[in-house]
């Protein structure tokens, strides 16, 4: 079975810093996009960011500057490294992996919370 494992979430202020990691296991293949999203309520889940297997990333205009992904493709990991977090950062955070392509996810993480405060 395919498993995403998310780790790293929690409560933090203003101005602080949170690691966020992804382990994947079974049979996501190497070639996929990794990528961490985001929802609160009320709102549809939306892209923070993404990478492929080669190191391309793509990041929300709203994060640029303070996120920063990452992959290892050996251990099989996704890190989402936040700085300067907001609280309008708040919301719960997924990994997700998809083929390359016009794909949407194929695979997705349990979420954890992520909340700023003021």
């Known amino acids: 079975q395919v498993q995403l494992v998310e780790s790293g979430g929690g409560l933090v202020q203003a101005g602080g810093s949170l690691r966020l990691s992804c382990a994947a296991s079974g049979s996501i293949s190497s070639s996929n996009v990794m990528g961490w999203y985001r929802q609160v309520p009320g709102k549809q889940r939306e892209l923070v960011a993404d990478?492929?297997?080669?190191?391309?990333?793509h990041y929300a205009d709203s994060v640029k500057g303070r996120f920063t992904i990452s992959r290892d493709n050996a251990k099989n990991t996704v890190l989402l490294q936040m700085n300067s977090l907001k609280p309008e950062d708040t919301a719960v955070y997924y990994c997700?992996?998809?083929?390359?392509?016009?794909?949407?996810?194929?695979?997705w993480g349990q979420g954890t919370q992520v909340t700023v405060s003021s």
């Open positions: 990478i492929t297997n080669v190191g391309r990333t």
């Open positions: 997700a992996s998809r083929p390359m392509g016009p794909y949407l996810p194929n695979y």
